[in-house]
């Protein structure tokens, strides 16, 4: 038996070669023979060294490492993997879920044939945080058409969401709002995703109730100031109590229809609120114009004369004007009587309307034929006209005769020439007129004269 100084540490082939020793001694053999020097023992050495490592990496049950054996060892005949968490396993690379956060000292233990063991320890430590999907709500009532507000509280590794709330509606904001448009139980579902797709769910059941929507119409949408608007509600839902306010310090509480009269004009803001037994009361506002009727005021009716002409002003500028000639402008030229006169001024639907009537002062009027039979209807040819400072009217036979003449408007002639009667026929007068205002007019032209 040979003991080395120390042991061989390192695995592999070695030679024992006999020499002699320093003190003088000699190796001898079983048979007592020396050995040489020559000689030599060929031996190899296997030592038995457990060494692993491993890669650890995430599950949706924990953490999962793979370990991986490299220990040294030709005549290895025995494995045992300790993981430190009481597992235990006999495989060459085994593969192990740590289910729980810690710190675990994994040991590898081999034996070989030759009765040598060794065993390699590491320590691993293992952070496991599996998904929790929680959240909570804000406090009931739960109404339709009024936000619900979740808070999500889940617990997790680089999470992601997603909302169903019983409809066809999802979302995956972290901490959503949600207006609910009809009534019933609605189950709600949270889905919370780690970063390596692991999941948890949370649920919940919201009854919500139907609550009130606020709502009311008035007519006439155009109002006028001193006319009646009417108020109908409208509201949805099971109203318990209304209340009115019309932006001009009255108030109500009746639910049916309400007649109002502003009387004064400007922009009005309309608010409902109403009550629900259960659900938080709903309020709407709307804005209600009211408009001042235009006043309108065209003068006292009046006169011209032959083409004299004068306006008239509807005044209220900014508004719409309608003439009853067609026109639509604020001032219109008028040069043309007798006749009516009618304007609409019209101010967002309120509408004012003033009449004048405008007479002809100078009335003139030629007359085509006559009738001197006595019967006193149309027995003298007369110019029908008044207004004139100056009037001559001469009446001559076909052969150009002047039969009769007169400067005085009111004369006319009655069908005779030197006291004798004209024969039926067709003769011409000639007419010069001299109006009020100036103005001349001068005519010739045929008449009849039927008997």
Known sequence: YLVLASPIT???????????????NIVLDNCGNEMSFLDSLPFTVAIADAEFDYLLGKTCFGDSVVFFNTSVGDTINSITWNFGDG?????????HN?????????????????GCSNKDSVLINTYVEPPVAAFTVSSPPYCVNVPVSFTNSSTGQGLSYE????????????????????????????????????????????????????DFLFTPE????????????????NAIGVNWDFGNGISDTSSAGLNIVYQNSGAYTVTLIVQDSVCLPDTVSKEIMVFDYPIVNLGPDTSICIEEKFSLNAGNPGYAHNWSTGETTQTIVVKQAPQTLIVLVDNNGCVGKDTVFVDSSCPFFIP??????????????????????AFRMAIYNRWGEMIFITKDGSKG????????????????YELQVVFDNGVSRVSKGNITLIR
């Open 368 to 389: 085509t034929a006559f009738t001197p039979n006595g019967d006193g209807i149309n027995d003298e040819y007369k110019i029908i006209t008044n207004g004139a400072t």
């Open 87 to 95: 597992n235990v396993s006999s495989d060459f690379n085994p593969t």
């Open 10 to 24: 390192v695995n592999g082939d070695y030679t024992l070669r006999f020499q002699h020793g320093l003190d003088g």
């Open 413 to 428: 002639w009655d069908g005779t020439f030197e006291g004798k009667p004209e024969e039926m026929g067709t003769y011409i």
């Open 98 to 114: 740590f289910d729980s956060t810690g710190s675990y000292w994994v040991t590898l233990a081999i034996s070989d044939t030759g």
């Open 163 to 214: 909302w169903q709330f019983g409809t066809a509606a999802t979302t995956n904001d972290q901490d959503p709002d949600f207006n609910f448009l009809n009534e019933g139980l609605f189950t709600i579902l949270l889905t919370a995703m780690d970063s390596i797709g692991c999941t948890d769910s949370a649920s919940a059941n919201l009854s919500i109730n139907t609550g009130v929507i606020a």
């Open 222 to 237: 155009s109002l006028c100031v001193g006319d009646t608007i009417q108020f109908s509600n409208v509201s949805a839902g």
